[in-house]
């Protein structure tokens, strides 16, 4: 089984589910049926109660599911201290990992060593974090992920996409194509739904991660939900192209 880096992303427009929107009594059967309908990978997050307040999902239970499955795990690392995590993600197998630019002082040094593990390397941004902060990581990563709320907070109901997340995701796209680094995926996370998915792709978005407005919205099963999403990106990808 191939699974170096980038190896099973094929979509123009990738559909990422959030391991952490899964019922976790579920979890296993849920990544069944998604490998089954031919998702492109999974998004999985690992936080550590400090940098974002929560502890979805730990170390062992990515090992565990990489053991299930042959679909390629996309690691988004929440944390304050990078050494363990990125060491343990890259033994367990991911074929994607990015970490939070705020949080670590040497991100150049870990993107070499991502790299050099043969995963494709990225980095994270909060909402409000200027995209200034990639200028000197371009030559390295292979995309971006743009946080659209707040990290840690997606269980708060009250917790709302970004009113500037469209803006910010189509300011990205002229930031990566005005330095010649359009081959630099803009992945975005968070409140990822039927009702603004079409808009961010129009706006310049290439990975959606996909939570409980979109893939795991309780009023339609995973196959329809998925449909709807692949719908909708396909339409926001044609208003990108048709200007």
């Known amino acids: 089984m191939d699974l170096g880096p980038e190896s099973g992303f094929l979509s123009q427009i990738e559909i990422l589910p959030s391991l952490i929107c899964a019922d976790p009594n579920r979890r296993l059967e849920a990544v069944r049926e998604l490998e089954s309908l031919g998702v492109d990978g999974l998004h999985v997050d690992i936080l550590d109660g400090h940098f974002s307040p929560s502890l979805p999902l730990g170390i062992e239970a990515v090992r565990q599911l990489r053991r299930e499955t042959g679909l390629p795990f996309d690691a988004h690392l929440m944390v304050a201290d990078h050494a363990y995590f990125i060491d343990a993600l890259l033994d367990c197998g991911v074929q994607r990992l990015c970490f939070h630019a705020e ?111 979109s893939l795991f919205h309780p009023k339609g099963s995973l196959a329809d939900n998925l449909a709807r999403m692949r719908r909708l990106a396909a339409e926001g990808l044609k208003r990108r192209k048709d200007g």
């Open 103 to 213: 949080a670590e002082p040497h991100i150049d040094r870990w993107l070499q060593t991502i790299q050099a593990a043969g995963v494709a390397p990225g980095v994270a941004l909060k909402p409000a974090t200027p995209l200034s902060v990639l200028e000197y990581c371009l030559e390295r990563i292979d995309f971006a992920l743009l946080m659209l709320i707040n990290p840690g907070f997606a269980g708060h109901k009250g917790e709302a996409q970004v009113p500037y997340a469209r803006r910010k995701v189509a300011a990205c796209r002229r930031f990566l194509d005005e330095r010649g680094a359009g081959h630099v995926a803009i992945e975005i996370d968070g409140r990822v739904g039927f009702d603004n998915l079409a808009d961010l792709v129009a706006a310049g978005a290439d990975r959606l991660v996909a939570g409980t407005r």
